[in-house]
């Protein structure tokens, strides 16, 4: 039931069912984080990150805020945290953003998600915010893939087709199989025919596979394993939901590749998380910290947990012994001091030249489509309320939006209608 003051605080927003459902499924995520937060994923606090719930043509709730609320949002009385915002971006995307300078998580919500629905999606993005918080230079974890490479990817190629889709039937199989032994052996089934079929896609296409399936995919799991967890518990509104989620996952396995007009992204929404619960069963929740402290991808990690390189490893320990690659080591570090230190002070020269010196950084949130011809990059980021632009003295350029942000330190901003072109100067 809907708090009388929760009720007429959102006269003008969201129906006091959408309200109350929100409410009711940022309450879970909280208690679960709370609780089980480390049984989700080491170190990962859903209850810690705040929330916004964007009901498309309502407005923005707010939920789990500390501290003033940001400005524009008017608080809910009787709902600690809570802010409203009568308006909405209508291009609104759920992901992880930042809110007056603080990470955040947005879901938007349609009105067909269920409780259960609620509280996998607002873990999924959370827990982006948490990979963002936890990257650490020249590791994979928190990177994130090159989204670019969507469009390279072989979505024509039969064999590369053929073999994802036997990627997934076999990790059906492994999610249904009973015995350990039956898990391993189809691990490593997995792993041969991953590792065939990436060899021929190319180092660039398969790290894009693997980061995604870092990113989106243990995003996914996290969803996946918050479900799990509230389903045990008698009190969740949406026990059935939840088992039904679950379950849509290994259908979704048997049809990776049927649904051409589907994004190759969301493949890794469905190997990702059958991949951690493989993982699980083979390792426990250790392979969730080894993963992070190793610099794993999730297939390197089941490599491990399977033993299908165990053959590998013996053999590289017997030549490391018999050449003694501690002085092999030790002459290795001391050769990239010299290199390292030769190209820093050719950096620095190139660099120190006269003239403009260019800096791009763009991140982007929303479907990028790539013209390598035209070297111009399109994508459409949000409504005009929504973006803002910003340029300097010095011809420096910065654009800002929930999709979007991108700056550029010499560049020519010009606009003609819907379209916003960005020219980077020489």
Known sequence: MVPAALCLALIQGPPPETASKIVAAHEWVARLGRDMGDSIWPGFRPDTIPVVYVVRGQGTLLLGWRGGLPEGFLPIAGVAGSGWLSSADRGAASTGTELAGRPTAQVVVIDSLGVASLVGLTTHEAFHVF?????????????????????SYPVFDPQNEAGMALEGRILAAAEQAEAKVRKRALARQFLAVRESRQRALGTELADFEQLTELNEGLAEYTLVRVLALAARRRDFPDRAGAVRLQSSKLTGLHKLTEDVTRSIRLRYYATGPALGLLLDALEGPAWKTQLMNQNLT?????????????????????????FVIAKLRTAADSGVAGLRAFRRAQVDSVLAAPGVQLVVQATFNTPVVQD???????????????????TGAAGDVRIESPLVSLRAAKADVSRDGRVLTVKIKN
């Open 372 to 390: 390598r011809p035209a070297q111009t990059l399109r994508a459409v980021v949000g409504a005009d309320s929504t973006v803002q632009v910003t």
């Open 298 to 322: 999730v297939q390197d990690a089941l490599a491990d947990a399977s033993g299908y390189r165990s053959q590998e490893f013996a053999l590289r320990r017997q030549a490391e012994s018999t």
């Open 131 to 151: 990979e963002v918080a936890a990257k650490k230079e020249g590791r994979r974890f928190g990177r994130g893939e090159n989204s670019f490479l969507v469009t």
